[in-house]
């Protein structure tokens, strides 16, 4: 199977890594990941690509963390976010290279700008828990499904429940594979996945568990505080990013 050129490869080595690091330290980052492997593929190629990744980093991380997990809301969220799967699928097929980076990046930034709302939105969603619940798993499936970026949401849904950060890390693990072995076959069905691929993700997916052995030290070393702001941060960053690239061409 042909491997693709050098730069490519190299790029593909740092994306291996980075995904290690985000599944296993900051697991709502898949956002930036996606938008960074678009820079050198075609957003519907990205998308397949970095699932491959993320498959493999979905696996790792769930070894490391999966004890910690919050059982009980994973099982609540699971029908609305295959719902959410489902329309997502149905969506993704509407949009090409250019609409696709544009949708993301304003479904990014306008999550991370209710950031200023959380301690009334916490109020309203310990008063509200099924719509909360609901609402997130169901925008959670749109958004992992057109862009791999649920992250955003339930990054801002389980800080709304004021997850530490290894209940946060070992919940998505659960979660992030779950909705990701969903994905396939819609990704089969529309082409996204590409033969030519194959080959050089299989080279450089082993490196997934280097990034993924940095990105559990990571997690042991930041506070809390600093896990949340650089979580929101980074998020946002994607989010301005997708749309620039939009209008810049």
């Not at 697991?27 to 493999?56: E, H, K, Q």
Request: net charge positive; hydrophobic share 55%.
């Amino acid at each position: 199977m042909p491997l693709l050129p050098i730069e490519s490869l190299l790029l593909l080595c740092l994306v291996a890594l980075f995904t290690g690091f985000i599944k296993a330290g900051m697991p709502s980052l898949g956002t930036l990941l996606t938008a960074s492997v678009a820079l050198m593929f075609p957003p519907r190629d990205a998308l397949g690509i970095t699932l491959m990744y993320l498959l493999v980093g979905d696996m790792v991380a769930v070894t490391l963390y999966w004890r910690l997990a919050h059982w009980q809301e994973l099982k609540k969220m699971m029908l609305p976010v295959l719902a959410g799967v489902i329309m997502g699928g149905i969506l993704l097929a509407f949009l090409n290279n250019e609409n696709l980076g544009l949708t993301l990046g304003v479904v990014v930034l306008v999550l991370v700008s209710l950031e200023p709302l959380r301690p009334r939105l916490t109020q309203w969603a310990l008063e509200h828990p099924g719509s909360v619940r609901s609402g997130s798993g169901l925008l959670a499936g749109i958004a992992t499904t057109i862009g791999n970026a649920a992250g955003p949401i339930l990054s801002l849904y389980f800080l709304l429940l004021k997850l530490d950060k290894k209940a946060f890390v070992g919940t998505g693990s659960i979660f992030f594979l779950f909705v990701n072995v969903a994905k396939i076959p819609i990704f089969l069905g529309q082409g996204i996945f590409h033969m030519q691929y194959l080959g050089s993700v299989a080279l450089t997916a082993p490196l997934v568990l280097l990034g993924a052995l940095g990105g559990k030290k990571f997690l042991e070393w930041i506070s809390q505080q600093w896990f949340n702001r650089i979580v929101l941060s980074l998020t946002a960053l994607a989010g301005f990013w997708l749309v620039v690239r939009y209008f810049t061409g």
